[in-house]
């Protein structure tokens, strides 16, 4: 089952890893959906805003990251691939914090 903090493979508009960020209590329920952000290997995104950079030690993927908090996304859960690792809850707070920035929460 899919927990909040993983780091997935997805199909988006291409293969590429992207964080679950749905609370656990939405996850619990059975519905089809989860909110992801998508992660890119394009460091100098880590300078806008809201984003948050990620270490290849700490996602599990091949390369330092970037979670894209702009590219929220609510998708079917279905489509999360392979699960590449988890993130710590102080980067979850951090990506809860770029949400909020970029929805003017």
Do not use: Y
Not at 7 to 21: A, G, H, N, Q, S
Not at 33 to 48: K, L, M
């Amino acid at each position: 089952m899919v927990r909040r903090g993983d780091v997935c493979w997805i199909e988006l508009d291409k293969r590429r890893p992207c964080v679950v960020v749905s609370a656990e209590d939405v996850l619990d329920v059975d519905v089809w959906q989860a909110h992801v952000v998508p992660i890119t290997s394009r460091i100098e995104r880590a300078g806008f805003a809201g984003n948050v950079l990620l270490s290849a030690k700490v996602t599990g993927l091949p390369k330092d990251s970037v979670a894209v908090v702009l590219g929220l996304e609510l998708i079917d859960r279905a489509l999360l691939g392979e699960r590449a690792g988890r993130i710590r809850d102080v980067l979850l707070d951090d990506i809860d914090a770029g949400i909020r920035a970029v929805l003017g929460l």
